[in-house]
């Protein structure tokens, strides 16, 4: 029976007209009459125990767009790769072979950084792009092109022994291939850094030389398992190429 503001007890009123549905009684009223409704999935839940993972790929190939997704997703705490307020990336890419070893050094010092900083942590880490890509990939291609000497490049090499001597390694690597240099360039002119601008088709095309092996180098020159996965033509972001892509690393990780 509805309430009255009145203090004296209302008389029966059997010909009263009931109140319409709101539109919360609809939706419950008309919830079991919908047989075919589509269920929605549930989220995919975080791998037990703490774990550090990181992302490895080319520049555009979208570790940054992952790395976020796995800390949202999983509750990771999460370790961006150290471009944005780096002091060197734009004289870098307008003057290679004047800064390439000082952007060496820069990125060399932030990732063990971030590696004692992971150690420390109890909660699981997923950090944008490896330690390992550096000395195993930039390095190298930088020297082959010219931008590093040779008395650079073996300074570096020991600084990183230096550096890394101690370091916990990641517990697993995901490694993202795009073989189109086309889609990394897209992906780069989409997420719009100033200082990225120039970077030249060949130049990206000469790195994923390098990272079409680096998950063997990883994985036995370091000791670090690896999950390749070619997302030329997924879009990780949302719909089915997210639940797919997050389905994939929880089976990895676990």
Sequence with gaps: MPRTTSRSRPS???????????????????????????????????????????????????KTTAAKMLSQSFGYELFDEPVIDNRFLRDYYSDMSRWSFTLQLEFLIRRVEHHELI???????????????????????????????NAELDLYYEYFQRLSRHIIRPDKVICF??????????????RGREE?????????????????????????????????????????RRGRG????????STFLA
């Excluded at 990225?196 to 079409?212: D, V």
């Design 12 to 62: 029966p009123s059997p010909a009263a007209a009931p109140k319409p549905p709101t539109e919360a009684r609809r939706s419950e009223a008309a919830a079991p009459r919908a047989k075919n409704a589509v269920k929605e999935k549930p989220k995919v839940k975080a791998p037990k125990g703490r774990r550090f993972v990181a992302l490895s790929g080319n520049i555009g190939a979208g």
């Design 119 to 149: 150690h420390s942590y109890r909660r699981s880490c997923v950090q944008d792009r490896t330690l390992y890509e550096d000395p195993e990939i930039f390095a190298k291609y930088l020297h082959g092109l010219g931008h590093l000497t």
């Design 177 to 190: 291939e795009v073989g189109s240099v086309d889609v990394l360039l897209e992906r780069i002119r989409t």
């Design 196 to 236: 990225e601008k120039g970077i030249r088709p060949q130049f990206l095309r000469g790195l994923n030389g390098y990272y079409a092996s680096f998950p063997q180098v990883l994985q036995e020159k370091y000791g670090v398992e690896c999950l390749v996965m070619d997302v030329s033509n997924q879009d990780i």
């Design 242 to 249: 997210r639940e797919e892509f997050l389905d994939r690393v």
